[in-house]
C-alpha cells in the first residue's frame, strides 16, 4: 500500500522513502565506517530512479536505430523491386543494387555496434541497481522476501535480475541467450546483405554461378561470426569490475532449489491434465472396443 500523507494523498517516491526513513535505526555497509544516516532511502530512491530513466533512454534509442535501419532496408528493397519491374533484373538494376546495398549495410553495421553498446551500458545500469538493492536490504532486511530481483552485483545476481536463469542455476548462458536477442536479428540482416552485395559484386564481374554463390557464403559466414562476437562485450562490465556484493554460496544453492521446485510445480498440473487427457481417450476407445478389450483397458489406465 502506497504512504499517504494527512490529506490521504499518496506520496512520491522521494517522500514516501523519506517517511519511512524517519526514526529508523542506521544501517552500516560492510568495510566501511559511515553508517547511514536517516536520508539514505531518500538518496538511494532518487539514483534508482536516476538509473531507470537511464536505462529509459537507452532503449528508446535502440529501438530508433532499429526502425531507421529497417526502413532503410525497405525502401532499398522497394526501389529495387521498381527498377527491376521497370527496366528488367539487368546491368543497371544490378549497378543501383551495388550502390545501395552498401550504404544499407554500413547502417547495419552501425546499428549493430550501437545497439551492443546499449547493452553493454545496460548490464552497468542493472548491477548498479543491484547495489542499490543492497543498500535497501542491509537498511530494511524484513522486505527481502518481497524482492524478484537479485541485490548481488555478479553474475548470478545479473542473471536473476534479467529473469535469464537456466536450468540448473547454472548462471548466464552467452551463447544460447545472444542466439535470440535483437543484436543477433541485426547481425543476421547484415550478414545478408554482405552476402548479396559479394554476389552481385562477383556476378557483374564476370564470375561463374558457383563460385558466385561460394562468395556470398562465404560473406556471410565472416560478417555474421565478426557481429556475433562482437556481441560479447555485453558481459564486459563482469569481467572489468570485481562484485561489491557477491552472491553467498548458501544463496546459489537455495536459488537452485527454488528453481527445480518451480519447475516440479509447473510440471504437476501438466502431467495430471495429460493422465486425465488419455483416461478420457481409453473410456472412449473401451466403449467401442470388443468385450475382451474392454477388460485390458481398465489395468491400463
Same mark, same amino acid.
Given at each position: 500500500?502506497?504512504?499517504?500523507?494527512?490529506?490521504?494523498?499518496?506520496?512520491?517516491?522521494?517522500?514516501?522513502?523519506?517517511?519511512?526513513?524517519?526514526?529508523?535505526?542506521?544501517?552500516?555497509?560492510?568495510?566501511?565506517?559511515?553508517?547511514?544516516?536517516?536520508?539514505?532511502?531518500?538518496?538511494?530512491?532518487?539514483?534508482?530512479?536516476?538509473?531507470?530513466?537511464?536505462?529509459?533512454?537507452?532503449?528508446?534509442?535502440?529501438?530508433?536505430?532499429?526502425?531507421?535501419?529497417?526502413?532503410?532496408?525497405?525502401?532499398?528493397?522497394?526501389?529495387?523491386?521498381?527498377?527491376?519491374?521497370?527496366?528488367?533484373?539487368?546491368?543497371?538494376?544490378?549497378?543501383?543494387?551495388?550502390?545501395?546495398?552498401?550504404?544499407?549495410?554500413? !547502417?547495419?553495421? %552501425? /546499428?549493430?555496434?550501437?545497439? =551492443?553498446?546499449?547493452?553493454? +551500458?545496460? #548490464?552497468? $545500469?542493472?548491477? @548498479?541497481?543491484?547495489?542499490?538493492?543492497?543498500?535497501?536490504?542491509?537498511?530494511?532486511?524484513?522486505?527481502?522476501?518481497?524482492?524478484?530481483?537479485?541485490?548481488?552485483?555478479?553474475?548470478?545476481?545479473?542473471?536473476?535480475?534479467?529473469?535469464?536463469?537456466?536450468?540448473?542455476?547454472?548462471?548466464?548462458?552467452?551463447?544460447?541467450?545472444?542466439?535470440?536477442?535483437?543484436?543477433?536479428?541485426?547481425?543476421?540482416?547484415?550478414?545478408? !546483405?554482405?552476402? %548479396? /552485395?559479394?554476389?552481385?559484386? =562477383?556476378?557483374?564481374?564476370? +564470375?561463374? #554461378?558457383? $563460385?558466385?554463390? @561460394?562468395?556470398?557464403?562465404?560473406?556471410?559466414?565472416?560478417?555474421?561470426?565478426?557481429?556475433?562476437?562482437?556481441?560479447?562485450?555485453?558481459?564486459?562490465?563482469?569481467?572489468?569490475?570485481?562484485?561489491?556484493?557477491?552472491?553467498?554460496?548458501?544463496?546459489?544453492?537455495?536459488?537452485?532449489?527454488?528453481?527445480?521446485?518451480?519447475?516440479?510445480?509447473?510440471?504437476?498440473?501438466?502431467?495430471?491434465?495429460?493422465?486425465?487427457?488419455?483416461?478420457?481417450?481409453?473410456?472412449?476407445?473401451?466403449?467401442?472396443?470388443?468385450?475382451? +478389450?474392454?477388460?485390458?483397458?481398465?489395468?491400463?489406465?
Amino acid at each position: 500500500m502506497d504512504a499517504t500523507d494527512n490529506t490521504g494523498m499518496a506520496l512520491g517516491p522521494e517522500l514516501a522513502a523519506a517517511r519511512a526513513a524517519e526514526g529508523g535505526t542506521a544501517a552500516s555497509i560492510p568495510g566501511s565506517n559511515h553508517p547511514l544516516g536517516p536520508d539514505a532511502v531518500a538518496i538511494l530512491a532518487t539514483e534508482h530512479w536516476s538509473l531507470i530513466a537511464a536505462r529509459s533512454l537507452l532503449w528508446n534509442e535502440a529501438y530508433s536505430r532499429t526502425t531507421i535501419f529497417l526502413g532503410a532496408l525497405s525502401a532499398a528493397i522497394v526501389a529495387l523491386a521498381l527498377v527491376a519491374n521497370a527496366t528488367g533484373f539487368g546491368p543497371r538494376t544490378a549497378t543501383l543494387a551495388l550502390v545501395l546495398l552498401p550504404v544499407v549495410l554500413f !547502417l547495419g553495421i %552501425a /546499428t549493430h555496434i550501437r545497439v =551492443v553498446e546499449i547493452n553493454q +551500458a545496460e #548490464t552497468e $545500469l542493472m548491477l @548498479a541497481m543491484n547495489r542499490l538493492r543492497n543498500a535497501y536490504l542491509r537498511i530494511a532486511p524484513a522486505v527481502e522476501p518481497y524482492f524478484s530481483t537479485s541485490p548481488h552485483d555478479d553474475e548470478q545476481g545479473l542473471t536473476a535480475s534479467s529473469m535469464l536463469a537456466s536450468f540448473g542455476g547454472r548462471g548466464l548462458r552467452p551463447w544460447g541467450h545472444f542466439l535470440s536477442n535483437t543484436p543477433t536479428v541485426i547481425a543476421t540482416i547484415d550478414a545478408a !546483405l554482405a552476402a %548479396a /552485395t559479394a554476389v552481385l559484386a =562477383v556476378r557483374k564481374a564476370g +564470375a561463374a #554461378t558457383a $563460385l558466385a554463390v @561460394a562468395v556470398g557464403a562465404v560473406a556471410f559466414l565472416v560478417v555474421w561470426t565478426a557481429l556475433f562476437l562482437l556481441q560479447r562485450q555485453s558481459l564486459s562490465p563482469l569481467r572489468r569490475s570485481k562484485p561489491r556484493f557477491p552472491t553467498p554460496p548458501d544463496e546459489s544453492l537455495f536459488m537452485l532449489r527454488w528453481a527445480l521446485g518451480n519447475v516440479l510445480r509447473l510440471a504437476g498440473p501438466v502431467r495430471r491434465h495429460c493422465c486425465q487427457g488419455a483416461g478420457r481417450v481409453g473410456a472412449v476407445r473401451a466403449t467401442a472396443a470388443p468385450s475382451s +478389450a474392454r477388460e485390458v483397458i481398465p489395468s491400463l489406465r
